[in-house]
């Protein structure tokens, strides 16, 4: 019984507002961004190095504004704010499919952004407010792996029938489901007696944000994300390649992402039996060589295929704890939504750079950009799980001492 009560979340309301905010709009951009980018290289007539440069501005403008918010994520009205983001989100995507302009609909697509970007940053400040933040982070990714497997099944089909125009409609119909989860987010982060502070932060100040250990994991986040970016954007190209059709795609996709309900299982089951430090780097290097198995398997089925069915075990288990991580150096959240800001930086650079390099040396390039953020991310990660681990080892004597 105490198994099943570890594995359980301290919270639904927590973990459903939470994740529908973050990832059911913040985030969903992500998971319909192979679907998106086929969709403009078709239906606009662009090629890849355009259309990973229009998605980058929307994913942008989700960064700016989740990053303008982040230091008010302790006082800030949490609730009221992914609610405004979403409904932004949702006319600027029942507008996009009306929009025939290239130009307009970039600009239109910015607003979306806004509105993603407003959720993501209020979904995930919530979970530093959990008494543990790796297991709440984990039980939000389970559900962000079952709305994949939504988008993954949905979407392809949507794609095939109705385009682009479909698709965008279909992310309106997402978030507004998302809107029954989202008021049960509570509406400013409580308040904590012994909030961890960072080296050179104030209490209540936004300087935390300005520390090496919050900068190192806002930095670590955005390479990380890059990455898992520069293969994703182009995955269901590489599967037409390597002769799957649409729907054997769509089958395939929706598949590994039933998979990955491993990942984020996992992470919640184990939280910090073993500590950060080792999670942390594992899930680092997994995602690495998942995303250079499909990115190099251009020219062979059975790799394409194995990179593929590991995608969503490794991210969401790496996202789970790095999440954690960023929600473990500040309690007033502030870290952890900057950081999710970084992550949208991510997504918006990382189809821009892969489909520069892939126009300019193939796939085989993009991989070897892929190889060197791994040895990035995990260079930045060394400063925020020393931190941590300093804190950990300062609040055990204290306890002793109790």
């Not at 060589?289 to 790496?318: D, N, W």
Request: charged share 10%; net charge neutral; hydrophobic share 55%.
């Amino acid at each position: 019984m105490k198994t099943i009560r570890n594995c359980l979340p301290e919270s639904w309301s927590l973990v459903f507002s939470a994740a529908g905010s973050a990832y059911g709009v913040g985030l969903l951009g992500l998971w319909a961004l192979p679907f998106l980018i086929s969709a403009i290289i078709h239906d606009l007539q662009l090629n890849e190095a355009q259309a990973g440069l229009l998605m980058s501005a929307e994913f942008g403008f989700t960064m700016l504004a989740s990053l303008v918010v982040a230091p008010l994520m302790g006082r800030a009205p949490r609730r009221t704010l992914a609610l405004v983001g979403t409904v932004l989100a949702i006319a600027a995507n029942l507008a996009s499919a009306n929009i025939e302009s290239i130009y307009t609909l970039a600009a239109v697509r910015c607003i979306a952004g806004i509105g993603a970007g407003l959720a993501l940053a209020c979904g995930n400040a919530s979970v530093s407010s959990a008494k543990y933040p790796d297991r709440i982070a984990g039980h939000m990714n389970v559900l962000s792996v079952v709305l994949m497997i939504v988008v993954m099944l949905g979407y392809a089909k949507v794609m095939a029938l109705y385009g682009l125009s479909g698709l965008y409609y279909a992310m309106a119909a997402t978030m507004a489901v998302m809107l029954l989860a989202i008021p049960a987010m509570a509406q400013r982060a409580p308040i904590a007696d012994t909030a961890p502070l960072l080296p050179g932060a104030s209490k209540g100040s936004g300087n935390i944000l300005l520390s090496l250990p919050a900068i190192c994991m806002m930095l670590a986040m955005f390479v990380f994300q890059a990455r898992d970016t520069m293969g994703w954007a182009f995955v269901e190209r590489i599967g037409t390649l390597v002769g799957y059709s649409g729907d054997e795609l769509g089958m395939l996709l929706s598949f590994q992402s039933f998979i990955g309900l491993i990942g984020p299982l996992l992470a919640a089951m184990i939280g910090k039996r073993f500590g950060m430090s080792t999670p942390v780097i594992l899930a680092i290097l997994l995602t690495g060589g998942t995303s250079l198995a499909y990115v190099l398997g251009e020219h062979s089925k059975t790799l394409y295929t194995a990179g593929v069915m590991t995608i969503c075990i490794t991210y969401f288990y790496a996202l789970s704890y790095l999440t954690g991580l960023a929600a473990e150096l500040d309690r007033e959240g502030r870290v952890v939504a900057a950081a999710s800001s970084f992550l949208s930086l991510g997504l918006a650079v990382g189809p821009a750079i892969s489909g520069g390099l892939i126009s300019v040396g193939g796939f085989t390039l993009a991989a070897w950009g892929i190889a060197v953020t791994v040895v990035l991310t995990l260079l930045l990660v060394i400063v925020p799980l020393a931190t941590v681990r300093r804190e950990a080892a300062g609040i055990m004597p204290m306890a002793a001492a109790a």
